[in-house]
């Protein structure tokens, strides 16, 4: 069982691989979108 574990862990971190490194080369610029559109603060009295 171990080894097959094993195995679906290196399959889904080589393919997620690509996906991570873009995402962290890319970190500044998605924070910046992700904060350019959130908009006012908004107090809902919770």
Do not use: H, P, R
Not at 9 to 18: Q, R
């Amino acid at each position: 069982m171990i080894s097959c574990d094993s195995q679906i862990y290196a399959d889904l971190k080589a393919e997620f691989a690509s996906f991570a490194k873009a995402l962290s080369e890319n970190e500044t610029k998605v924070l910046s979108k992700l904060n350019s559109v959130q908009g006012n603060a908004v107090n809902i009295g919770g």
